[in-house]
């Protein structure tokens, strides 16, 4: 899917199939960039379109390395974090919350 910003880079994604149509969430993030995006790939719609549901770097702080999403039955998304690198480096740190709500809440293109 396409990039939100200069720097970013996909580090987990998840997708729900429905007959042709894929629907895709990500993390894109990189230093000073995290956010959860989302995109849906249709053969009938071949310019894909990639949404920013939820800029992280307005909401955590510090930002967390962001590593693994997933959208259970429920519908309840939950992404956790890497402490990982040379040595380890704090707590994991999984965030939940439902499409719609909370951190996860959107208008429009804008979150609140």
Do not use: W
């Amino acid at each position: 899917i396409p990039l939100t910003s200069e720097t970013g880079k996909l580090s987990a994604l998840d997708c729900n199939v429905s007959g042709d149509v894929i629907d895709v969430r990500a993390i894109e993030r990189h230093y000073g960039v995290g956010r959860m995006v989302s995109a849906r790939l249709d053969p009938k719609r071949p310019d894909v379109r990639t949404r920013v549901v939820v800029d992280l770097e307005r909401r955590l702080d510090p930002l967390p390395n962001l590593e693994g999403i997933a959208l259970d039955a429920a519908g309840t998304v939950h992404m956790i974090t890497d402490n990982q690198g040379r040595t380890a480096s704090g707590p994991t740190l999984l965030f939940t919350g439902v499409m719609g709500q909370g951190l996860f809440k959107i208008d429009g293109d804008r979150v609140k």
